[in-house]
């Protein structure tokens, strides 16, 4: 049997090819396993034969069986898994593949601690939304309400644009027929992009709960990346479909969304931004290289090996 150790190790170099994957795959009422490197989805109508090195995120919905075979190849290939709700709109549970390194982690959590840095960053992420304003002089209550009118002023917009009619934001948790076809299409974006975050926030080891515009939560950063293509892809596309018609809005949402998410080659873009937030201070390829290294932490900062015993180090 493979153990963490033998399993080969992924840099943060290698987990940008996340951008090459499908970004998401969501399966319902079948049973998902495994053939050769490809995971199966069998149905009633036969058998869909899956690539799992394609996968960015795959959603498993209501009905659905997975083996633990498949969860091993999925694991191997480094696609992430998340089970959740009919639809695809409610998130219930997550399975993330290991990653090597701890540098983004240990970066996520140094600029976390500190309140002025906390900001700094989610002033970053106000400006990479938004780079027609500058953020440098807003509190959190004005981040917030300047993202609040920005939000707002996006569903206007492209209900005129879309011709949909708009009459306000109207969501019922766990209540997806609740709310009106342009309110399903956004609901449903939503989720799916939150999915497709949740895999590029794993795949670079960040710590999921740690965020820095939502807080209590233990997918916090996950909802503050997935925020930052809200007005840009998310809103427009919801729109777009809702002006088709509203039957089948969630499938049809998500296929949308997916097609664009491909050909933006969305997910490159999230793995620099990330990188952008979370490292600032140096460039992108100074990020230290991952691999089956553990070491130990000593005083200045300094690390050493670990595997050794320290005893006759120590002066009393």
């Known amino acids: 049997m493979a153990t963490v150790a033998q399993r080969r190790a992924s840099s943060p170099r290698d987990l940008t090819r996340v ?49 633990h075979q498949a969860m091993t ?47 700094d960053v989610a002033r970053a992420m106000y400006r990479l939304r938004f780079p027609d304003e500058d953020p440098s002089g807003l509190t959190r209550k004005g981040l917030l309400g300047h993202e609040g009118i920005r939000v707002r002023d996006c569903y206007r917009q492209q209900a005129r644009r879309t011709g949909v009619p708009w009459h306000g934001r109207h969501y019922v948790p766990g209540d997806f027929t609740a709310g009106d076809a342009p309110n399903q299409a956004i609901t449903a974006a939503a989720q799916a992009m939150y999915g497709v975050a949740h895999a590029v926030v794993a795949a670079l ?16 950063f996950v909802l503050d990346v997935a925020d930052l293509y809200k007005t840009e892809i998310g809103i427009p596309i919801a729109f777009e479909v809702a002006a088709e018609g509203a039957e089948d809005i969630g499938s049809r949402t998500r296929r949308a969304l997916r097609d664009r998410i491909n050909k933006t080659r969305l997910l490159d873009r999230c793995v620099d931004d990330i990188k952008t937030l979370l490292l600032p201070a140096g460039p992108l390829s100074a990020v230290p290289e991952a691999g089956d290294v553990v070491t130990l932490q000593s005083d200045r900062e300094v690390t050493v ?12």
Request: glycine share 12%.
């Open 19 to 67: 951008a090459e994957r499908i970004s998401f795959i969501y399966l319902e009422r079948c049973v998902v396993h495994r053939e050769d490197n490809a995971i199966t989805a069998e149905d009633a109508d036969g058998t869909t034969h899956i690539p799992s090195a394609t996968i960015g995120t795959l959603l498993l919905g209501p009905g659905t069986r997975v083996t």
């Open 73 to 119: 190849v999925l694991a191997d290939s480094g696609a992430a898994v998340a089970w959740v709700g009919e639809q695809g709109v409610r998130y219930y549970a997550g399975g993330r593949a290991l990653t090597r390194s701890s540098a983004f982690v240990e970066a996520q959590a140094t600029r976390w601690a500190n309140l002025r840095t906390r900001l």
């Open 205 to 220: 080891g960040c710590a999921t709960g740690l965020g820095f515009i939502h807080s209590g939560h233990e997918l916090s």
């Open 305 to 316: 090996p670990a595997g050794r015993n320290y005893a006759d180090a120590v002066t009393w």
